[in-house]
Protein backbone atom coordinates (compact mmCIF):
# COMPACT_ATOMS: atom_id res chain seq x y z
CA UNK A 1 0.00 0.00 0.00
CA UNK A 2 1.62 3.53 -1.04
CA UNK A 3 -1.20 5.87 0.61
CA UNK A 4 -0.72 7.52 3.81
CA UNK A 5 -0.09 5.74 6.82
CA UNK A 6 -1.44 6.63 10.03
CA UNK A 7 -0.56 5.32 13.64
CA UNK A 8 -2.55 4.21 15.49
CA UNK A 9 -6.16 4.08 14.23
CA UNK A 10 -7.63 4.13 17.66
CA UNK A 11 -6.49 5.86 21.00
CA UNK A 12 -7.70 5.82 24.29
CA UNK A 13 -6.58 8.21 26.61
CA UNK A 14 -7.23 9.22 30.58
CA UNK A 15 -7.06 12.85 30.74
CA UNK A 16 -4.21 14.42 31.55
CA UNK A 17 -1.69 11.76 29.54
CA UNK A 18 0.39 12.52 26.61
CA UNK A 19 -0.61 10.89 23.32
CA UNK A 20 1.52 10.89 20.10
CA UNK A 21 0.28 9.91 16.45
CA UNK A 22 2.51 9.22 13.52
CA UNK A 23 1.77 9.71 9.96
CA UNK A 24 4.15 8.29 7.45
CA UNK A 25 3.21 9.95 3.71
CA UNK A 26 3.78 8.97 0.14
CA UNK A 27 7.22 8.71 -0.08
CA UNK A 28 7.65 11.10 -3.12
CA UNK A 29 5.28 13.68 -1.32
CA UNK A 30 7.23 16.86 0.39
CA UNK A 31 4.28 18.56 1.90
CA UNK A 32 2.29 17.00 5.08
CA UNK A 33 -0.16 18.69 6.99
CA UNK A 34 -2.34 17.92 9.94
CA UNK A 35 -5.82 18.03 9.96
CA UNK A 36 -8.83 17.74 13.25
CA UNK A 37 -12.08 16.46 12.34
CA UNK A 38 -15.00 16.61 14.91
CA UNK A 39 -18.29 14.79 15.12
CA UNK A 40 -20.39 16.82 12.18
CA UNK A 41 -17.99 18.69 11.14
CA UNK A 42 -14.99 18.99 8.25
CA UNK A 43 -11.60 18.65 8.78
CA UNK A 44 -10.05 21.65 10.66
CA UNK A 45 -6.52 22.98 9.10
CA UNK A 46 -3.53 22.74 12.55
CA UNK A 47 -0.24 22.61 11.26
CA UNK A 48 1.75 21.68 7.77
CA UNK A 49 5.65 21.15 6.92
CA UNK A 50 7.30 21.46 3.48
CA UNK A 51 9.98 19.14 4.00
CA UNK A 52 11.31 19.24 7.38
CA UNK A 53 10.20 22.74 8.21
CA UNK A 54 7.16 23.94 9.77
CA UNK A 55 6.10 26.75 7.62
CA UNK A 56 2.23 27.13 9.13
CA UNK A 57 1.73 26.66 13.08
CA UNK A 58 -0.15 29.36 14.65
CA UNK A 59 -3.17 27.67 13.91
CA UNK A 60 -2.70 24.79 16.48
CA UNK A 61 -5.23 24.56 18.63
CA UNK A 62 -2.65 25.60 22.12
CA UNK A 63 0.94 24.81 23.18
CA UNK A 64 -0.35 21.49 24.26
CA UNK A 65 -0.06 20.25 20.41
CA UNK A 66 2.95 20.37 18.92
CA UNK A 67 4.00 18.51 15.53
CA UNK A 68 7.41 17.56 13.87
CA UNK A 69 9.00 16.15 10.97
CA UNK A 70 12.45 15.28 11.92
CA UNK A 71 13.75 14.49 8.23
CA UNK A 72 11.63 15.49 6.19
CA UNK A 73 9.76 11.66 5.90
CA UNK A 74 7.11 10.65 8.50
CA UNK A 75 5.44 13.02 11.19
CA UNK A 76 4.63 12.90 15.02
CA UNK A 77 1.97 15.31 16.52
CA UNK A 78 1.85 15.17 20.17
CA UNK A 79 -0.73 16.65 22.49
CA UNK A 80 0.36 16.83 26.10
CA UNK A 81 -2.14 17.05 29.10
CA UNK A 82 -5.30 15.55 27.15
CA UNK A 83 -8.54 17.18 27.76
CA UNK A 84 -11.91 15.90 26.56
CA UNK A 85 -12.27 18.21 24.48
CA UNK A 86 -9.40 16.91 22.59
CA UNK A 87 -10.99 13.77 21.45
CA UNK A 88 -11.61 13.59 17.71
CA UNK A 89 -9.89 12.50 14.34
CA UNK A 90 -7.06 13.25 13.52
CA UNK A 91 -6.07 13.38 10.30
CA UNK A 92 -3.04 13.42 8.12
CA UNK A 93 -2.28 14.20 4.76
CA UNK A 94 0.49 14.92 1.98
CA UNK A 95 0.97 16.14 -1.06
CA UNK A 96 3.72 17.41 -4.14
CA UNK A 97 4.23 20.50 -4.24
CA UNK A 98 5.69 22.36 -6.62
CA UNK A 99 2.83 24.97 -8.24
CA UNK A 100 -0.33 23.40 -10.12
CA UNK A 101 0.22 19.97 -8.58
CA UNK A 102 -2.24 21.02 -5.16
CA UNK A 103 -3.89 17.38 -4.54
CA UNK A 104 -3.90 16.44 -0.82
CA UNK A 105 -3.97 12.46 -0.30
CA UNK A 106 -5.40 11.67 2.98
CA UNK A 107 -4.79 9.07 5.72
CA UNK A 108 -7.92 7.19 7.83
CA UNK A 109 -6.95 8.94 10.15
CA UNK A 110 -6.28 8.52 14.10
CA UNK A 111 -9.43 8.35 16.73
CA UNK A 112 -8.59 9.84 19.83
CA UNK A 113 -10.82 9.15 22.96
CA UNK A 114 -10.12 10.89 25.92
CA UNK A 115 -11.59 9.44 29.42
CA UNK B 1 -8.40 34.35 3.44
CA UNK B 2 -10.72 32.15 2.09
CA UNK B 3 -13.62 30.13 3.23
CA UNK B 4 -16.66 27.56 1.87
CA UNK B 5 -20.04 27.35 2.44
CA UNK B 6 -22.02 24.05 1.42
CA UNK B 7 -25.53 25.31 1.37
CA UNK B 8 -27.01 21.52 2.87
CA UNK B 9 -26.02 19.39 5.25
CA UNK B 10 -28.21 16.62 4.30
CA UNK B 11 -29.34 15.92 0.67
CA UNK B 12 -31.49 13.17 0.14
CA UNK B 13 -32.36 11.52 -3.56
CA UNK B 14 -33.87 8.58 -4.98
CA UNK B 15 -31.90 6.21 -6.26
CA UNK B 16 -31.38 7.24 -10.53
CA UNK B 17 -32.42 10.64 -9.90
CA UNK B 18 -29.97 13.45 -10.32
CA UNK B 19 -27.68 14.93 -7.28
CA UNK B 20 -26.63 18.39 -6.41
CA UNK B 21 -24.93 19.33 -4.03
CA UNK B 22 -23.97 22.97 -3.60
CA UNK B 23 -21.30 25.22 -2.57
CA UNK B 24 -20.46 28.38 -2.39
CA UNK B 25 -16.46 29.89 -1.43
CA UNK B 26 -14.93 32.86 -0.86
CA UNK B 27 -11.26 33.51 -1.83
CA UNK B 28 -8.42 36.87 -1.75
CA UNK B 29 -6.62 34.99 -4.81
CA UNK B 30 -7.51 32.95 -7.62
CA UNK B 31 -8.88 29.52 -5.93
CA UNK B 32 -8.18 26.18 -6.27
CA UNK B 33 -11.25 23.96 -5.20
CA UNK B 34 -11.91 20.29 -4.99
CA UNK B 35 -14.68 18.04 -3.90
CA UNK B 36 -13.82 15.44 -1.69
CA UNK B 37 -16.01 12.11 -0.37
CA UNK B 38 -16.03 10.49 3.04
CA UNK B 39 -17.33 7.06 3.62
CA UNK B 40 -17.90 5.89 6.77
CA UNK B 41 -15.13 4.61 8.56
CA UNK B 42 -12.78 5.68 5.39
CA UNK B 43 -10.49 7.90 4.52
CA UNK B 44 -11.53 10.93 2.55
CA UNK B 45 -10.88 10.50 -1.27
CA UNK B 46 -10.33 13.20 -3.78
CA UNK B 47 -13.42 12.83 -6.43
CA UNK B 48 -12.49 15.64 -8.84
CA UNK B 49 -10.31 19.14 -8.64
CA UNK B 50 -10.45 22.67 -10.45
CA UNK B 51 -7.33 24.28 -10.46
CA UNK B 52 -7.55 27.54 -13.32
CA UNK B 53 -7.89 25.40 -16.37
CA UNK B 54 -11.14 23.87 -17.88
CA UNK B 55 -14.37 25.33 -15.33
CA UNK B 56 -16.61 22.08 -16.05
CA UNK B 57 -14.40 19.37 -14.22
CA UNK B 58 -15.71 15.45 -14.63
CA UNK B 59 -14.51 13.67 -11.36
CA UNK B 60 -14.58 10.01 -10.95
CA UNK B 61 -17.60 7.70 -10.45
CA UNK B 62 -19.63 10.05 -12.83
CA UNK B 63 -19.50 12.76 -10.81
CA UNK B 64 -18.87 16.81 -12.03
CA UNK B 65 -18.27 20.37 -11.29
CA UNK B 66 -18.52 24.13 -12.57
CA UNK B 67 -16.56 26.74 -11.51
CA UNK B 68 -18.29 29.56 -11.65
CA UNK B 69 -16.56 32.84 -10.70
CA UNK B 70 -19.25 34.94 -11.27
CA UNK B 71 -21.77 33.61 -8.51
CA UNK B 72 -18.75 31.98 -6.59
CA UNK B 73 -20.04 28.53 -6.85
CA UNK B 74 -18.57 25.31 -7.24
CA UNK B 75 -21.79 22.73 -7.06
CA UNK B 76 -21.29 19.08 -7.09
CA UNK B 77 -23.62 16.73 -9.82
CA UNK B 78 -24.57 13.28 -10.96
CA UNK B 79 -27.30 12.95 -13.52
CA UNK B 80 -28.04 9.49 -11.32
CA UNK B 81 -27.25 8.65 -7.53
CA UNK B 82 -26.35 5.00 -6.87
CA UNK B 83 -26.47 3.41 -3.32
CA UNK B 84 -22.78 3.25 -3.21
CA UNK B 85 -23.20 7.38 -4.01
CA UNK B 86 -24.09 7.44 -0.16
CA UNK B 87 -21.71 9.49 2.37
CA UNK B 88 -20.72 13.02 3.31
CA UNK B 89 -19.41 15.00 0.70
CA UNK B 90 -16.76 17.84 1.34
CA UNK B 91 -15.85 21.24 -1.04
CA UNK B 92 -12.41 22.40 -0.16
CA UNK B 93 -10.71 25.77 -1.01
CA UNK B 94 -7.03 26.31 -1.64
CA UNK B 95 -5.62 29.77 -2.79
CA UNK B 96 -1.76 30.40 -3.28
CA UNK B 97 -0.95 26.87 -3.07
CA UNK B 98 -1.49 26.73 0.76
CA UNK B 99 -3.36 25.18 2.96
CA UNK B 100 -6.90 23.40 2.41
CA UNK B 101 -10.46 25.06 3.62
CA UNK B 102 -12.95 22.20 4.30
CA UNK B 103 -16.69 23.17 4.12
CA UNK B 104 -19.04 21.66 7.13
CA UNK B 105 -19.62 18.83 4.63
CA UNK B 106 -22.96 17.72 3.15
CA UNK B 107 -24.78 14.07 4.18
CA UNK B 108 -25.56 12.15 0.80
CA UNK B 109 -28.67 9.90 1.41
CA UNK B 110 -29.94 7.74 -1.25
CA UNK B 111 -32.67 5.90 -1.04
CA UNK B 112 -33.72 2.87 -2.96
Known amino acids: DTGVSQDPRHKITKRGQNVTFRCDPISEHNRLYWYRQTLGQGPEFLTY????????KSRLLSDRFSAERPKGSFSTLEIQRTEQGDSAMYLCASSSHPRGTFEAFFGQGTRLTVV | AQSVTQLDSHVSVSEGTPVLLRCNYS??????LFWYVQHPNKGLQLLLK??????LVKGINGFEAEFKKSETSFHLTKPSAHMSDAAEYFCVVTAGYSTLTFGKGTMLLVSP
Open chain 2, 27 to 32: SSYSPS
Open chain 1, 49 to 56: FQNEAQLE
Open chain 2, 50 to 55: YTSAAT
